[in-house]
Each structure stands twice: as C-alpha cells, then as structure tokens.
C-alpha cells in the first residue's frame, strides 16, 4: 500500500473537495454574503464601482431656451491588495492505513488547508464589519421596541442595492428570541405547535434552517443570517446585530455577473480573490517530509476584502439579555438556594 503522497500542486483534488471545504461548520459561513468573491487576475489593482446617487429635485418650469438643469452622476473607486493567508497541515506516514488510501488521505489534508484558509476569509469579514466605530454608533434595540428599531434600521439603507438582511451571531439570536415583543410575536405563530421558545433557542445553535424561516415569517427583512460566534460575537461586543442591504446568491453565482453589477448599482463589499487557476480560489500543493514521515498538505488564498459602499451596513446592539442570579439562604438545619432568570 502507497502511504506517501506526491510532489505536485494539487487542483485536481480541491476541485474534487469543494463542497467539503465550504460546508459550513455550526451555523455556516456568511461572510461571503457580505463579500461576494470577485476573480481579479491583478494581486493589486483599483476597483471601480456604483455609488449612491443624491436625489435631485426636478425643475418645476424653464424657459423654452435655457438648458436643463442638470445632476451629475458619479462614481466611486476603491484600492485592493490581495495577499497571501496560508495554512499547512500533516498527517503521518503511519496514519494513512486508518483512512484506507492515499487518496483518500490527500482528500482529508488538502480539504483541512484549504478550510482554514476559508475561515480566515470569515474571521476577516467579521473583523472588517464589528468595527469599534460601527459598533460605537449602532442604535440599541430596547426590550419591546427590538422589531420597531430593526425597521428604523432597515429603513435607513433603503437606497442601497440588494436584500434587506438581518444577520448576527448564534448568541444575537438567541438573546433576540428573548425580547419582549419578538418571544410575543413567536409565542402567538407557534403557541400551538408544539415549539417552545427553549426549542427555538436550541434550534438556533443547532441546526438553524428552522429558525430561519420562523423569524422571516414576521421581520420586515427578505433574509436571516446566523453565523457563528467564534466569529460574529467577539469579545466586548456579542450584544451585536447587523442590519445590511446584500446582494442575493443569485446576483453572486457568476463572479462575471457580479463584476458588471458593482459598476451599475451601489453594492456594500466585494472579495478580491486571486485565482491562480482558471476554476479555483485556492493553490494547494502536497509534498512528503521524509525528516519527519508525514505527508505535507499546503493551502493558500489571495484576497483582500473591499468595502465600497459602507453605509449599506449599520450595527445595532441589543439591550435585552437573559441573566441567571442565585440566592443562597442558610438556616441552622438547611441551605436553600433559588434560581431566578430574568431580562434586563
């Protein structure tokens, strides 16, 4: 049996693994809806792109031989510089009999690199997004106003271009379940199916698809993204929401449509991705270490992440949080403690 992998750049098998390496992991990636990926043949180079237009108000009367009163129509541009964020793996010349094949062991390693490599794109996102100036201006959502705040919110990047979207964290959601007015709402569509709100929270960390559909069921928002906290909730800020205006998976699907699309309608953000081949994001190369015995797997990804009409997203931080206190009483014969769950 081969246990030693070969000295090749290996396209071939990140083609073969793609939906392995972009199946989300807990609640999935939705940093790309953020980023939509464009294939750019420049490591460094200018975008240009849509910008919102100012309306301006169109002459009541003229006379017959003045010109028209005329708005200019702009533009707008934005520098990129793709690097390089890598990441290697190994797996022992001795542990490649426990997956059956070399093969299959190229597979596992290659699809391991090239995922880090995808959540460094949505550490990233999130980075570039839960910005401390963002985050400082986002307007809290207080117990019994959350759906009226989101729509304020929605509201207000109406021009951009896209879907209105509300997404966040797995800790976002499960804290917004919990406000007043939005467990009302969940209350009186589900109170007879047998769904509690505790099975709503759960399906929320777990398995989010149903979730989903419940919440889009009464928000004013077209979608509902949950991402995961180890992204979308960091530290000092897991109270926050983002309320955006995206451009729909369908819109994205062609990284050649996508291109065309910036240039007409203002669109929030954009990847600048690298391709160093014709079909794949990723160069991923394999090589065995004979000094140590194991089986090198390398992946790498060019990009860089282009905000080009930053209004299309704002913040907001929910001022509604579930907390546990405990009480304890000591009497001479007993100790009694009692457990109070409470929103403030």
């Given at each position: 049996m ?5 000295t090749?750049?290996r ?9 392995r ?5 807990g609640?999935?990636?939705?940093g790309s ?22 309306d301006?108000a ?16 702009t ?12 990441k ?32 460094k794109h ?26 009226k ?9 109406g ?18 379940v919990a ?5 009302a709402?969940i ?13 709503l ?18 928000l004013?928002?077209?979608?509902v993204?949950i991402?995961?906290?180890t992204?979308?909730?960091?530290s ?14 369908e819109d994205?699907k062609?990284?050649e449509?996508?291109?065309?699309l910036?240039r007409?309608?203002?669109v ?5 991705w ?9 160069s991923?190369?394999s ?23 930053a209004?299309?997203?704002?913040l ?27 929103q403030?």
């Open positions: 081969n246990t030693r992998t070969i090749a750049d396209p071939e098998v990140v083609i073969a693994c793609k939906d390496i972009h199946a989300p992991i609640t999935g990636y939705i809806r953020f980023f939509p990926a464009m294939r750019v043949r420049d490591t460094a180079n200018t975008l240009y792109h849509k910008t919102i237009d100012d301006a169109a002459q009541e009367a003229r006379v017959a031989t003045a010109s028209h009163e005329r708005a200019t129509i533009n707008g541009s934005t520098a990129y510089t793709t690097t390089e964020k890598p290697a793996y190994q797996i022992p010349e001795a542990d490649v009999k426990k997956y059956g094949s070399i093969e299959a062991t190229d597979r596992i390693g290659i699809t391991a690199a090239c995922r880090s490599v995808y959540r949505e550490t990233d996102a999130a980075t570039k997004i839960i910005t401390a100036g963002r985050y400082n201006a986002g307007a809290y959502l207080t117990d019994g106003q959350v759906l705040g989101l729509q304020t919110q929605a509201i207000r990047i021009r951009y271009y896209g879907r209105t979207v509300l997404a966040g964290s797995t800790t976002f959601f499960q804290n917004f406000a007043s007015d939005v467990s709402k209350t009186a569509m589900i109170g007879a199916g047998g769904i509690t709100l505790d099975n929270k759960q399906s929320i960390a777990g398995d989010p698809g149903v979730a989903i559909q419940l919440l889009r069921a009464f004013p928002f077209d979608e993204l991402g995961e906290d992204f979308w909730a960091p000092g800020k897991t109270d926050v929401g983002i309320v955006a205006r995206l451009p729909s998976i994205t062609s990284v449509d996508f291109d065309m910036i007409e309608v203002p929030f953000g954009a990847t600048p690298y391709y160093p081949d014709e079909d794949i994001e990723f991923a190369r090589f065995f270490d004979e000094d140590n015995d194991c089986n090198v797997y390398k992946a790498k990804g060019f990009y860089d992440l282009a905000e080009m009409n209004g299309a997203v704002v907001v931080k929910l001022n509604v949080f579930e907390t546990t206190t405990t009480s304890t009483t000591t009497t001479s014969t007993t100790t009694t403690s009692t457990t109070t769950t409470t403030g």
